[in-house]
């Protein structure tokens, strides 16, 4: 099948990466989806992320057996939330009678840019290989983890496409790899015909032939067709799967207070008025054994009247100043019977 790809992409740019950062709500309800797909060659996948404040955790299986070769691949990831891999784990496994295969691959962000470690166990034998790569060399990146979030991404909050990132190749080589849209089909899942939405990611390999990947998602971003170009199994859902739907909230209901109308409230009025009256006793008693706090008020309103400062504040506390036991300074002329 030949794959005819425009000169340029536009890249994975920072405009998108913005968009990604209100996507949260969406985000979180996408990571805790469960997706059961079932390949024409008896080979199942099944995809399953869990969100949390900060990070995702992603994790995906596939497993089948063709012709007597048994193959599996689990992917373990965290990503952030701006889809950049903080750490991936991905496990190979290929058993057959005569031969035995399990290659272990694990990323892990650095201050620097990324370290690579596989492990690769071939019929017994154990190689290793440790890659470091520069964040230049994997500017835009985005793992097998951040794709599966990516992806859905794309279909349901609508990115543009198509656009370039940077990957690693089947060889941990970094390469660039592009997205682009398929468009609408109809599809036909247990005798009902659906519509889906196609994305085709491709990743061109520096030393090795493209390798693509088409993909139809439903609108809420469910996985139900997936074909590797050029190879002979097609993965596909066996049923409709359930929509997504947004957890609703009412309003959270705010008892009224009633009416205090304390006024009309016999036992109430009559409590405000024992203790109004005590209360003018009381204030009544203290002058009355305080006939010096009269005589104070009485020389402050004539002074106030007298001189009709501007700033009254400051004038009561240069006149009170005066019956401070310190001998405070004063500013004002006290005597206003002068």
């Known amino acids: 099948m030949a794959l005819h790809l425009p000169t340029k992409f536009p890249s994975f740019s920072s405009k998108i990466s913005m968009q990604l950062t209100s996507m949260k709500s969406f985000i979180k309800i996408l990571c805790y989806a469960s997706i059961t797909l079932e390949a024409l060659s008896e080979c199942g996948t099944e995809l399953k992320c869990e969100g949390g ?9 596939s497993e089948g057996t063709t012709n007597g070769v048994a193959c599996e691949t689990t992917l373990n990831a965290i990503i952030t939330q701006q889809l950049d891999t903080l750490s991936q784990t991905q496990v190979e496994k290929v058993t057959s009678q005569r031969y035995s295969l399990i290659r272990r691959t694990t990323i892990l962000r650095t201050e620097s840019g990324y370290e690579l470690n596989q492990e690769t166990t071939e019929n017994g034998q154990t190689y290793s290989k440790l890659v470091t790569y520069t964040r230049k060399s994997l500017e835009s990146f985005i793992s097998e983890g951040a794709n599966l979030v990516l992806q859905r991404l794309i279909v349901r909050k609508g990115l543009p496409i198509p656009f370039e990132t940077s990957a690693l190749d089947t060889d941990n080589v970094p390469c660039m ?10 599809l036909t899942i247990a005798n009902t015909e659906v519509t889906v939405f196609g994305i085709e990611r491709v990743l061109h390999s520096k030393q090795n032939i493209p390798i693509s990947w088409q993909s139809y998602f439903l609108s809420d971003g469910h996985l139900v067709l997936r074909v590797q170009v050029g190879a002979q199994i097609t993965v596909r859902a066996k049923t409709i799967p359930q929509l997504f739907s947004h957890e609703e909230y009412m309003e959270e209901s705010v008892p009224s207070k009633p009416a205090f109308d304390w006024k009309n409230d016999m036992q109430l009025y009559s409590k405000y008025l024992s203790r109004k009256d005590e209360l003018k006793a009381d204030y009544l008693l203290y002058l009355r054994n305080n006939p010096v706090v009269k005589d104070m008020l009485s020389d402050f309103i004539q002074a106030l009247l007298m001189q009709k400062p501007d700033n009254t504040i400051e004038f009561a506390m240069e006149f009170f100043k005066s019956y401070s036991v310190h001998g405070l300074p004063t500013k004002v002329f006290l005597d206003s019977r002068v």
């Open 53 to 61: 404040a900060l990070v995702l955790h992603v994790e995906a299986k």
């Open 177 to 186: 790899m592009s997205y682009i849209s398929l468009g609408e089909r109809n």
